[in-house]
């Protein structure tokens, strides 16, 4: 019920050892210019009480990284105001392009990924984030993604890694 991108779109390989560049399961810096965080888009599955999700990253500005990672284990942490980013994945299955789409990051409570909304325009990802979807969408996504050569490097179910 949910699929997870290894790293932001812009991530690549060589950025590894560089001292400038940092990837983790939560947290992303680019040559201590771009940062990001992993949040999840979850959307409702109509008729259950399902929640499908994908595990996005998003680009935030220096000053709201900073106050993400100073909060990082802080109890209470979930009282921060979002904060406002760029949806730096690719979901192949969506077009246009889900790169750049407007969101808001809700921080949770400590042990929890960050909440990401959308802004509500007539995107299908946004729609989908509204609205809902079926679990016959589900499958055709899960369907979509499994055997997308496109998209096997960067999603990957949760916990498969």
Not at 81 to 109: A, C, D, M, Q
Not at 114 to 119: D, G, I
Request: net charge negative; proline share 9%; glycine share 4%.
């Amino acid at each position: 019920m949910n699929y997870s991108a290894a790293a932001p779109y812009v991530w690549d390989p060589s950025f590894a050892d560089a001292p400038d560049c940092l990837l983790s399961s939560d947290q992303c810096v680019i040559k201590a210019q771009h940062y990001f965080v992993k949040g999840l888009i979850e959307i409702p599955v109509i008729d259950s009480e399902e929640v499908f999700s994908w595990a996005v990253w998003v680009s935030l500005s220096r000053e709201n990284f900073s106050r993400s990672a100073d909060l990082w284990d802080t109890p209470g942490r979930e009282s921060e105001k979002p904060y406002f980013g760029w949806l730096t994945t690719e979901l192949p299955i969506y077009s246009p392009s889900t790169i750049n789409l407007r969101t808001h990051v809700h921080t949770r409570p400590v042990g929890e990924r960050p909440s990401v909304e959308l802004e509500p325009t007539d995107h299908p990802l946004a729609v989908e984030q509204r609205t809902g979807i079926t679990m016959e969408r589900v499958r055709e996504i899960a369907e979509a993604v499994l055997h997308s050569t496109d998209s096997a490097p960067r999603d990957e179910p949760e916990g498969a890694r």
